[in-house]
């Protein structure tokens, strides 16, 4: 695969519109914008089987709210937090934790949320403050044809600002038919997922799997949801019922 020639100030240009056209064919800027529950599970898959307990998210995308629940060395966690604050409440096996206990658990619940959403929504983050896009050319592949797109971060920008990342756009649907990344600037080939199964939630489409071409692993989405409305309580009770 050859990618065709573009000057560094037509690639910008050129990155930008395959970055806005991706969001365009995901339902546009304002169906995201009008998007304000996010439920979903993020669930690894390894050799054909699961990797271990999905991790449960619900976010309310308006004020910041969040709630996660995962499991860690045998014990299940839950966070009631705000992503704009960082500050909550966690539990762990039902047990309120306070200290530098609350600390790490609201730090691992942080984290879990920048790691999965960005798994689950990172086509319509391409312009986000403090990224760098390029544009890499076209590549044919099996009779298809992609626009790609790489992506790089300023310093400060998330966890990992030495992460990099590869968007291969398909032209004919806009939407992204994988991605590849190199993680914290190491030296290594980049690892590629393919994203599949593009489905609609609401106003938006978002796909719920990811596969690895080279070795099957996958990360699925099952659960993914965008309710129009939740009970303020799940964000405040660790009991309430999730929707």
Not at 3 to 16: F, K
Not at 56 to 62: I, P, V
Not at 101 to 113: S, V
Not at 205 to 225: C, D, Q, T, W
Request: glycine content about 8%.
């Amino acid at each position: 695969m050859v990618a065709a020639p573009a000057s560094a100030q037509q690639a910008d240009e050129r990155a930008l519109q395959v970055a806005d056209a991706m969001v365009k064919a995901m339902g546009g800027a304002k169906a995201f914008e009008q998007t304000r529950y996010l439920r979903f599970n993020f669930a690894a898959e390894r050799e054909g089987r699961p990797a271990g307990p999905p991790v449960e998210h619900l976010w309310d995308r308006r004020t910041g709210r969040y709630r996660v629940a995962w499991t860690r060395d045998g014990k299940r966690y839950l966070a009631l937090f705000n992503v704009n604050t960082q500050l909550g409440k966690a539990y762990a096996d039902s047990q309120e934790v306070t200290g530098e206990d609350l600390e790490r658990a609201l730090k691992a619940a942080y984290g879990r949320f920048i790691n999965d959403t960005y798994w689950l929504l990172m086509p319509c983050k391409l312009r986000d403050p403090g990224v760098r896009l390029k544009y890499e050319g076209e590549r044919q592949e099996e009779g298809v044809t992609y626009d790609v797109v790489a992506l790089s971060f300023n310093e400060g920008i998330g966890l990992t600002p030495k992460d990099r990342y590869w968007a291969y756009v398909n032209r004919e649907t806009g939407l992204m038919d994988r991605w590849a990344f190199v993680l914290k600037g190491a030296d290594v080939p980049p690892t590629p997922f393919l994203w599949k199964n593009w489905q609609t939630y609401g106003k938006i489409k978002l796909s719920n799997e990811r596969v690895n071409p080279a070795n099957g692993n996958k990360i699925l989405f099952p659960a993914l949801a965008v309710p129009e409305e939740v009970d303020d309580r799940v964000f405040e009770d660790p009991n309430a019922a999730v929707p």
